[in-house]
């Protein structure tokens, strides 16, 4: 098995709030030489941590499947919208990139997110041509589009029974963007 952690950004090109987090994509790719479907994990965390129990575990799962898995370690509070997003943009278009170094099928890429990390997962399925995520270097048109989402337990609405906590982080606590969604 191949195991790497490489960060999502160089120094120059990351635009978040602090400077001091370091988002990353931890990479598990199973040897051989055929290549295979891929799940990229965003683990949940209200957007304001990372829930340690939703990544490798989770990875070991899907590897034990045949898959190749990788983690991302995404910007969260402070950093806020639309930072955590084009961390997700910028996981998909690394793993299309090597797809060949890990032995990836490009045509095969999901996403998988929990609680806060299925709403992150679910955005960027639904918003990966948002004009924030053309400025991404490198990319092209539908390369950071996953081919199949699985969002587990996701904070899906910003109405009456959202998880409050969750869009405050990611807002920064700014109620005028917070209440553009409910």
Partial sequence: MLYEKLPL???DEYKGADENQTPTITVFSLKGRKSRPAVIIF???GYDHLAPGEGETVAMQFLSQGLQAFIVHYSVAPNTHPQPLMDASR???MVRDDCERWRVDPNQIAVIGFSAGAHLATSLC?????SCLQTI???AKDKNRPNLLISCYGVITAGEYAHKG???ALFGGDEKRYNELS
């Fill in 126 to 130: 639904t918003n990966y041509m948002d």
């Fill in 166 to 168: 969750s869009f405050s």
């Fill in 137 to 139: 270097p490198g990319m």
């Fill in 43 to 45: 683990p949940g965390g």
């Fill in 91 to 93: 996981a998909v278009c």
């Fill in 9 to 11: 950004w160089k120094r």
